[in-house]
């Protein structure tokens, strides 16, 4: 498999966060197309030509243009089998599938910028308010997911998982939105240990913002 890699990418996005994070685990260099959310630029048409349901992110690989990020980065896992992000066995490979998606399919949702614009622009709500669902939801999930986390290690054991590719981004909106984490301690940690790995420092949206922006 060759050819160039292509991200599109918004720096803030934590779906997008979690690919990059995924590809630089597996070691593979990349080219960033920035698409602005706030700007509205994944709703423009030249946009909408890559992903017709103008999200964010999507990733051209191997002659093929994959969107959401968790199937983005089976497919990475698949075809890049080192180091695994999944385990073979089904019973943990379930259960590592299920706390990824308490972040992806159950906080992340909820959360997205095209939800909280709605909130704001159909029902009027304010920002405190919003603010306040934004958190509500993460303690939602954090609170189920510090409860099966593991006492040591991360929650792919010695290595990082799928799992901790979804928490270090929710853990980085956790704390922009002031989320008090003194009742996480477990993810606390393990967002600490994940976040001195180089890919996942290099993933970080400081490091990837545009300089434009």
């Known amino acids: 498999m060759s050819g160039e890699i292509v ?3 918004y720096w803030r996005s934590s779906a997008a966060y979690r690919v990059r994070i995924a590809l630089n685990l597996k070691g593979l260099a990349y080219r960033t197309v920035p698409v602005n959310l706030l700007a509205g ?4 048409a030249d946009y909408r030509a890559v992903n017709p ?3 964010l992110p999507a990733l051209e690989i191997d002659g093929r243009l994959l969107t959401q990020s968790l199937a983005i980065i089976d497919y990475l ?3 890049r089998a080192e180091p695994p992000l999944l385990p073979a066995d089904p019973a943990a490979r379930a259960a590592a599938l ?5 972040i992806a399919s159950d906080i992340h949702p909820l959360n997205n910028l095209r939800v909280l614009k709605y909130l704001k622009g159909e029902f ?5 308010v919003i603010d306040t669902w934004y958190r509500h939801w993460i303690a939602e999930g954090f609170a189920a997911l510090e409860a099966g986390a593991p006492e040591t290690g991360l929650f792919g054991g010695v290595s990082a998982g799928l799992a901790d590719i979804c928490l270090v981004p929710q853990m980085y909106n956790a704390r922009r939105f ?4 003194e009742g996480f301690p477990r993810l606390v940690r393990i967002d600490t240990e994940l ?3 180089p890919a996942f420092a290099a993933a970080t949206p400081e490091t990837v913002r545009p300089p434009d922006i």
Do not use: N
């Open 7 to 9: 991200l599109y990418d």
């Open 41 to 44: 630029e994944q709703r423009e």
């Open 53 to 55: 349901q103008a999200l």
């Open 77 to 79: 896992d698949r075809t």
């Open 98 to 102: 299920a706390s990824a998606l308490v």
């Open 124 to 128: 009027g709500a304010e920002q405190e």
């Open 178 to 181: 002031e989320l008090p984490l």
């Open 195 to 197: 976040r001195a790995l």
